[in-house]
């Protein structure tokens, strides 16, 4: 399934030309590009999903250019891909039928930051760390960390709903969105949600775009939800004999009620992966959690306290606490070069994100490495033990190894379906998850989801090939 070319139709040579030719009247030559090999650097993400060159680029500056951009789509009856940053990891911004790529990474402003009543409103194009950094000037937070924070976007963080470490004690992107404006395919332009902090007016057709996966619509101005900065931060980093051991300790924290900013698990392929890349860490050492806590300054004391003495009943090898800001990013860069470290390890590496139960983590955990063991598959796990939600990472250099690779992944997916758990807890369905929805989700359940994909897009022409399973492929 790794490389396969969802069955999508393509638009043919006259409505290609169609679209060429009223992009460049309407945008002009400045907003759009042509070139083959100017497309071509929007060809992909940062998945495995095939490529595919779009027939242009236009490179928005304005709602404007997205009304007209999706005008044209409709009026030439071509497919329009929506792109921000490009990070994502199931190949949601890959344009898989040609067509247009409308990029809004040139939308970047702030456009409010108001401390008051504790909202800020931006454009799509902003850069996570940007908003970060602005935000925590004024004394205020805005949780959400997907691992790609230094470059991937506002609207693709709300396009696939992200995640990350912090999401156990704070919550994913959706809980921070009050509301946006959205185009529609044709050229419509809706404002949904709401500036207030209550509001239950109709249906919440914020909740139904965000995490849409750019199939719904393109996003304009987007107004966050912001809480006050913590205080004070403090980080362990744990060692443990084995993932068991440290899945347990994980189970035992919630238990006592302590809930950390994030807690990391990292397994002992990782854990080598990461001495590879010239990080020191106990060779002795098969499993390790990055946890932090926050608050004020004696409330972080106090649950650094608790932590740590749980993890020494559980029978930690260590358990260290970082003495300053300085050696607490040390920290975190490791385990955010993670991705890149385990990248270097083989020519081709897919990260799977799951969520499972957190009690079903450990026997998640033998399940993988059991089938990665039976299928002659490369693989390690870390991701974010706090909720549940791991990243299987598969890796392999050489396409005969595709087969074995490509049903360790549908076994993985069966096993977190078996537990209990779900597909994806913050990546999205993209191309490659797509044919493995029906794993998850009834038939009764996606035809009800394809209905409210028509009443947004009628033309089917808005991100095709993404989340649904198209015809003629599919494990199920």
């Known amino acids: 399934m790794l490389r396969l070319r969802p069955d999508v139709a393509e638009p043919s040579a006259a409505a290609r030309a169609k679209a060429l030719t009223l992009l460049g009247r309407r945008l002009g030559a400045s907003k759009v590009l042509t070139d083959a090999d100017a497309c071509e650097r929007y060809s992909s993400d940062e998945s495995e999903a095939a490529p ?63 401390r008051r009543e504790r909202i800020a409103v931006v454009q799509p194009g902003v850069i996570l760390t940007d908003l970060h950094a602005a935000v925590e000037k004024e004394g205020l937070f805005y949780p959400p960390d997907p691992n790609s924070l230094v470059g991937c976007c506002l609207a693709g963080n709300v396009a696939e709903n992200a995640g990350g470490p912090r999401a156990f004690k704070y919550g994913v992107t959706r809980e921070y969105v009050l ?38 619509g393109v996003f304009g101005d987007i107004t966050l939800r912001l809480i006050p900065k913590p205080e004070s931060v403090m980080t362990l980093m744990v060692l443990f004999d084995d993932v068991h051991q440290s899945g347990r300790c994980v189970g035992e924290m919630i238990a006592a009620g302590l809930v950390p900013r994030c807690i990391e698990l990292l397994d002992s392929a990782t854990l080598q992966a990461m001495r590879d890349a010239g990080n020191a860490i106990n060779p002795a050492a098969g499993a390790m959690l990055l946890i932090d806590v926050d608050g004020d300054e004696r409330t972080c004391e106090k649950q650094a306290e608790r932590v740590a003495g749980v993890c020494d009943d559980v029978g930690a090898l260590e358990v260290l606490v970082a003495q300053d800001a300085a050696q607490r990013d040390r920290l975190w860069a490791a385990r955010r070069e993670m991705s890149v470290a385990v990248r270097r390890l083989a020519k081709h590496k897919l990260a799977e994100d799951v969520v499972v139960p957190r009690r079903r983590v450990p026997e998640l955990l033998d399940r993988v490495y059991r089938c990665a063991e039976e299928q002659g598959v490369r693989s390690l796990t870390y991701g974010h033990a706090g909720d549940g939600n791991l990243h299987c990472n598969f890796l392999w250099n050489d396409d005969d190894e595709l087969p074995r690779v490509d049903a360790a992944i549908e076994q993985l997916f069966r096993d977190v379906i078996d537990l209990g758990g779900t597909l994806t807890g913050e990546h999205g369905v993209g191309v490659l998850k797509a044919p493995y929805l029906p794993l998850e989700q009834s038939a009764e359940l996606i035809a009800l989801q394809r209905d409210i994909k028509r009443v947004f897009d009628p033309q089917g022409l808005l991100n095709p090939g993404k989340i649904f399973p198209t015809s003629g492929h599919g494990p199920c």
């Open 52 to 114: 595919r060159v779009p027939d242009a680029v236009v490179l928005a500056e304005n709602e404007n250019d997205i009304l007209t951009a999706l005008a044209v789509a409709r009026e030439a009856e071509v497919p329009l891909t929506p792109r921000a940053g490009g990070t994502g990891r199931t190949g949601g911004a890959v344009p898989v039928a040609g067509g247009i790529v409308l990029v809004v990474t040139g939308m970047n402003e702030i456009k409010e930051i108001d």
């Open 179 to 216: 509301g946006l404006e959205a185009m529609l395919m044709g050229g419509q332009r809706i404002r949904a949600g709401k500036r207030t902090a209550k509001g239950v007016t109709g249906y919440d057709v914020t909740a139904t775009l965000v995490g849409s996966e750019g199939t719904l």
